[in-house]
């Protein structure tokens, strides 16, 4: 029995032990401190970082030395650790050993093996015999291309990547005034790039690939999608032929959204709003409304001209452009929340009202009027209409007619909201009417 334990226990003891993970590392960075070298180990997608602190450097060397082995303690810095790129989150080493070293055709290699506190295990190679050597020039067809502005700053990004080799040639553009975007079928030049913002090429962590002359063009379809064809030539001389294509962007009300509605509309008359001016010259007002009474709320995000000073009236297209002049449009929900801007209905939770079910707005327009009254004509992800109507009664004005005895009603006539009161009608700002 005792022995059949022990074989028990060691099995068990054998199960809890993981494996270690063996990780190929595409890249890596060099930083070199007074003190001492850190080494960075970044994986394939570059969702972690391996970072390696040696101490046990010579005054004034620029690299650790080669076919030395440095473990945690020896050589090798306590605080070494991993990084999660995307969140930050680290854990440090409990073991660790490190070692650079170059092959016969004197190309790099690093070996490291690493434990954490949590108990994970890796072993990680660098090989830079087995990295493709950088093109000189040539012609390729990016898999993917972004592009993204800031409107704020007058500019507009392009980037164009290839998966293999993998590069990226990023170019930065001055916007016109008035201008969203780059015009379709213009030639731009190295001329027309932002001085503010470096128009680079990157392979790996080799030098990066500066321009010297530049010819780029977008062409855009009637359905939006739109092709771009680059040419660059590089400092060194190196012609490189890009080109890439975007597919039209999908109908909003076709990419239905989590959690929002799909079985009905939503109408609904605020009659109480003031919406939060306190970052409008900073271009961004919000309007966040609560109506209690009937259980319904409403998030509209303006995008407004930086230095305004009050909502200007007119019509407020919804779309995720962020320009000056829109409504911001959902695009669902995230981890941090709601993304604006949305209608919904309001439940309790824990003495507290949270939303509930949601309807997205995706498309349709905001019209700021001269009154101070707001429309919103809108759709979500499924198709539904949301109409809202925000009058500009303040809740003051509705409180001092109730004060009366009899009771309060608040009704919409020829687009406007009046207040009765028994046999008498007042206006939203409280004068009587009749």
Request: proline content about 3%.
């Given at each position: 029995?005792?022995?059949?334990?022990?074989?028990?226990?060691?099995?068990?003891?054998?199960?809890?032990?993981?494996?270690?993970?063996?990780?190929?590392?595409?890249?890596?960075?060099?930083?070199?401190?007074?003190?001492?070298?850190?080494?960075?180990?970044?994986?394939?997608?570059?969702?972690?970082?391996?970072?390696?602190?040696?101490?046990?450097?010579?005054?004034?060397?620029?690299?650790?030395?080669?076919?030395?082995?440095?473990?945690l303690g020896k050589g090798l810095n306590?605080?070494?650790?991993?990084?999660?790129?995307?969140?930050?989150?680290?854990?440090?080493?409990?073991?660790?050993?490190?070692?650079?070293?170059?092959?016969?055709?004197?190309?790099?290699?690093?070996?490291?093996?690493?434990?954490?506190?949590?108990?994970?295990?890796?072993?990680?190679?660098?090989?830079?015999?087995?990295?493709?050597?950088?093109?000189?020039?040539?012609?390729?067809?990016?898999?993917?291309?972004?592009?993204?502005?800031?409107?704020?700053?007058?500019?507009?990004?392009?980037?164009?990547?290839?998966?293999?080799?993998?590069?990226?040639?990023?170019?930065?553009?001055?916007?016109?005034?008035?201008?969203?975007?780059?015009?379709?079928?213009?030639?731009?030049?190295?001329?027309?790039?932002?001085?503010?913002?470096?128009?680079?090429?990157?392979?790996?962590?080799?030098?990066?690939?500066?321009?010297?002359?530049?010819?780029?063009?977008?062409?855009?379809?009637?359905?939006?999608?739109?092709?771009?064809?680059?040419?660059?030539?590089?400092?060194?001389?190196?012609?490189?032929?890009?080109?890439?294509?975007?597919?039209?962007?999908?109908?909003?009300?076709?990419?239905?959204?989590?959690?929002?509605?799909?079985?009905?509309?939503?109408?609904?008359?605020?009659?109480?709003?003031?919406?939060?001016?306190?970052?409008?010259?900073?271009?961004?007002?919000?309007?966040?409304?609560?109506?209690?009474?009937?259980?319904?709320?409403?998030?509209?995000?303006?995008?407004?001209?930086?230095?305004a000073e009050s909502l200007t009236p007119?019509?407020?297209?919804?779309?995720?452009?962020?320009?000056?002049?829109?409504?911001?449009?959902?695009?669902?929900?995230?981890?941090?929340?709601?993304?604006?801007?949305?209608?919904?209905?309001?439940?309790?939770?824990?003495?507290?009202?949270?939303?509930?079910?949601?309807?997205?707005?995706?498309?349709?327009?905001?019209?700021?009027?001269?009154?101070?009254?707001?429309?919103?004509?809108?759709?979500?992800?499924?198709?539904?209409?949301?109409?809202?109507?925000?009058?500009?009664?303040?809740?003051?004005?509705?409180?001092?007619?109730?004060?009366?005895?009899?009771?309060?009603?608040?009704?919409?006539?020829?687009?406007?909201?009046?207040?009765?009161?028994?046999?008498?009608?007042?206006?939203?700002?409280?004068?009587?009417?009749?």
């Open positions: 029995m005792k022995k059949m334990l022990s074989l028990l226990a060691g099995v068990l003891f054998a199960l809890s032990v993981s494996a270690a993970t063996e990780v190929h590392v595409p890249m890596y960075r060099v930083t070199v401190g007074s003190s001492n070298i850190t080494y960075q180990l970044l994986n394939d997608d570059m969702t972690r970082m391996f970072v390696f602190v040696v101490d046990s450097i010579s005054a004034g060397a620029t690299d650790v030395e080669f076919g030395r082995t440095y473990t306590q605080y070494s650790y991993w990084l999660e790129q995307s969140t930050y989150s680290y854990s440090l080493f409990t073991a660790a050993s490190f070692k650079v070293s170059k092959n016969e055709a004197g190309k790099v290699r690093i070996d490291a093996q690493a434990k954490d506190q949590n108990g994970d295990e890796w072993i990680l190679l660098y090989d830079e015999a087995a990295i493709p050597e950088m093109p000189k020039g040539g012609t390729f067809v990016a898999d993917t291309v972004t592009t993204q502005s800031d409107f704020d700053l007058g500019v507009v990004q392009y980037a164009l990547e290839t998966e293999n080799p993998p590069f990226a040639f990023v170019f930065n553009f001055k916007l016109q005034d008035g201008k969203k975007d780059l015009e379709s079928g213009v030639t731009y030049t190295e001329r027309d790039l932002h001085d503010s913002f470096e128009s680079v090429g990157y392979y790996y962590y080799a030098p990066d690939i500066h321009y010297t002359s530049l010819e780029f063009k977008k062409t855009v379809a009637e359905d939006e999608s739109y092709t771009i064809v680059a040419t660059v030539v590089d400092e060194d001389g190196n012609t490189w032929h890009l080109s890439g294509s975007q597919a039209a962007p999908p109908d909003p009300t076709q990419a239905h959204l989590e959690y929002d509605t799909q079985s009905e509309d939503f109408d609904h008359t605020f009659t109480s709003f003031r919406p939060d001016m306190s970052n409008i010259a900073s271009g961004s007002v919000v309007l966040q409304v609560t109506d209690t009474e009937n259980m319904l709320g409403a998030y509209i995000h303006f995008w407004t001209i930086e230095g007119g019509v407020y297209p919804i779309e995720s452009s962020k320009y000056p002049g829109t409504v911001n449009a959902s695009e669902g929900v995230t981890s941090q929340g709601v993304t604006p801007s949305i209608a919904y209905t309001l439940a309790e939770s824990n003495g507290q009202l949270l939303p509930n079910r949601l309807w997205m707005l995706v498309t349709g327009t905001v019209t700021v009027r001269e009154d101070g009254s707001i429309e919103v004509n809108a759709l979500n992800s499924y198709g539904r209409t949301v109409h809202l109507l925000f009058s500009n009664a303040s809740e003051e004005d509705v409180e001092n007619v109730r004060a009366g005895e009899n009771k309060v009603l608040k009704v919409l006539q020829n687009g406007q909201v009046v207040i009765i009161q028994g046999n008498r009608k007042f206006s939203i700002l409280g004068n009587r009417s009749y």
